[in-house]
């Protein structure tokens, strides 16, 4: 069966570390680096790749990419990088389950008092316009595109918001988030994630009625997230 | 006799015609002194409520906001009655009096008040926020006029006057995004110490609790008398403290018996080097022997 769609009784699949078996009887047993669970569902099931902010907890939306080494950017530069995605398994609409498919660390963006608790990712920086497919070792892993709008500097990564973030895919099943637009003034990044996919030929994964499961293709409503960050000179090497 | 009515009637409105020729300046000055009063209580009272009620909750602004409105108009009818020759200086004595006698018979039930209101606008505190006040620890349950309640960690709800809480220390645990834990693990004097440390520094990089930045320590804090103290410092997510402790502690035991070294309890090495006395004491009176 294909990693994003629909899962039968019977079923069973694996997103690097995520794990989840549909025994006939309806037994659904997921698992992932953190805790494994047991319930009992009837039917089909949407199987959806998610922004990774829920698990092993909640502590919001944003998401703070480290590259792995310092890098010059400049206005105009679309800038790539890896990060994992979260399995969502929907019955009627509704998460009825949320899985990490690698374990994961947080770190805190800005100051104690006025800054936020950021998933922490490290991932290699790519600069050209076309998606480095060749960085997605994994299939839990997902493309996330920062467009340089304004400003030129040495950064060392960059925080954003995926809250409520659309993902994409292509033709051939790798994972887009939205664009997220970097400014860069008086040594602040202020990041903005758009409603806009980071290139061409994306359709953004649709989330329909349980009847017919969770399935990839055609244009659900792209839900447009999130005010930019201002965050503290720090981010500045 | 209808006569004798009308001319009394008339001999009135006449009396009451030269009463209001003779005081209309003194009414229109009341009547005006009203009228500005009215129109400034109004204008204090819209502002107020402007600036006060996105701040302050409506138990707290809405009495503010009456008091100030009626003070105004009490103020307003009392010079209203100024151009008609009424003492103002014995109305103060009195209300000043009054005043005296009410704040003293209500002295601390104001005080709650007012340190509630205060609390309210300086907010060292909020609901659900965990805190502790004096020895009181707990999360904050509700912020009332006159008493702040509290459920401790135990499950028990105190009460705590505003007042009290006001003149008190108050810590508050979720000023900040990121908490500290920092605690000491021994080892062995025999154990290898840069195994310790990297087997530490594996178990926190492991967990998703401690943060990446600010990036937790481990260093050798004491040569104590039983073991190397090590002290383990590693900031969490504030709401993660507790969680993040207890898995730390709990853990770190278990992470570092898997890489063999041993987490050594007090112990006292009694080494005995000989079976004989040290010192010999002599009971002999032998300077005398000799000197015989």
């Known amino acids: ?237 | 006799m209808a006569g004798a009515e009308n001319v009394t009637a008339r001999e009135s409105i006449v009396g009451m015609a030269g009463y209001l020729k003779v005081n209309a300046l003194k009414i229109a000055e009341a009547v005006a002194i009203l009228v500005l009063g009215a129109l400034i209580a109004v204008l204090v009272r819209s502002s107020m409520r402007r600036a006060l009620s996105v701040r302050l909750p409506t138990y707290i602004y809405k009495p503010l906001e009456n008091f100030t409105f009626y003070s105004i108009l009490a103020t307003a009818g009392i010079l209203a009655l100024y151009p008609f020759g009424l003492n103002l200086g014995s109305l103060l004595v009195a209300g000043g009096f009054a005043g005296i006698v009410v704040g003293l018979a209500a002295q601390n039930s104001l005080g709650n008040v007012i340190s509630g209101l205060f609390l309210v606008i300086e907010q060292p505190l909020k609901v659900g926020d965990p805190v502790t006040i004096g020895n009181v620890s707990g999360e904050v349950i509700d912020l009332r006029v006159m008493s702040l309640l509290i459920r401790t960690w135990d499950g028990y709800l105190v009460r705590i006057p505003n007042q009290t809480v006001f003149n008190s220390i108050i810590t508050n645990y979720s000023g900040t995004k990121a908490r500290r834990i920092d605690f000491i693990v021994g080892v062995h004097y025999d154990s290898d110490i840069d195994r310790a440390i990297r087997a530490i520094k594996k178990y926190i990089d492991d967990n998703p609790y401690c943060l990446v930045s600010p990036s937790p320590e481990v260093f050798v804090d004491e040569y104590a008398d039983s073991s190397i103290n090590i002290r383990i410092r590693c900031w969490t997510p504030t709401r993660m403290w507790y969680p993040a402790k207890m898995d730390l502690q709990t853990g770190l035991k278990k992470a570092l018996e898997k890489e063999g070294i041993q987490i050594p309890y007090p112990q006292l090495d009694l080494h005995i080097v000989s079976s004989e006395p040290v010192f010999r004491v002599e009971t002999c009176n032998c300077r005398r022997e000799k000197e015989a």
């Open chain 1, 1 to 237: 069966m294909p990693l994003w769609g629909t899962l039968r009784p019977g079923d069973s699949i694996g997103v690097c570390d995520a794990s989840i078996k549909y025994d006939p009887n309806g037994l659904l047993e997921v698992s992932d680096p953190y805790s494994s669970e047991k319930l009992v569902v009837r039917g089909q099931i949407g199987v959806l790749p998610a922004p990774p902010t829920r698990r092993p907890f909640d502590l919001g939306p944003t998401v703070y990419v480290e590259f792995t080494h310092k890098i010059f950017v400049e206005k105009g530069d679309l800038l790539w990088a890896t990060i994992p995605v979260e399995v969502e398994l929907r019955k009627k609409g509704r998460p009825i389950v949320r899985l990490a498919t690698v374990k994961s660390k947080y770190t805190l963006v800005g100051s104690l008092v006025e800054g936020v608790i950021a998933r922490y990712w490290r991932a290699e920086p790519i600069v050209g316009s076309n998606p480095p497919y060749s960085s997605l070792d994994r299939d839990c892993m997902a493309l996330v595109a920062f467009y340089i709008s304004e400003g030129a500097d040495i950064i060392r990564g960059v925080p954003f918001n995926l809250g409520q973030t659309m993902i994409y895919t292509d033709n051939g099943g790798r994972l887009y988030f939205t664009l997220v637009e970097v400014s860069i003034k008086d040594a602040i990044i202020e990041a903005k994630t758009t409603s806009k996919p980071p290139t061409y030929g994306l359709k953004p994964l649709r989330k329909v009625s349980e009847g017919r499961g969770a399935v990839l293709g055609g244009y659900g409503p792209v839900v447009v997230v999130n005010r930019g960050w201002r965050l503290w000179p720090g981010l500045k090497t």
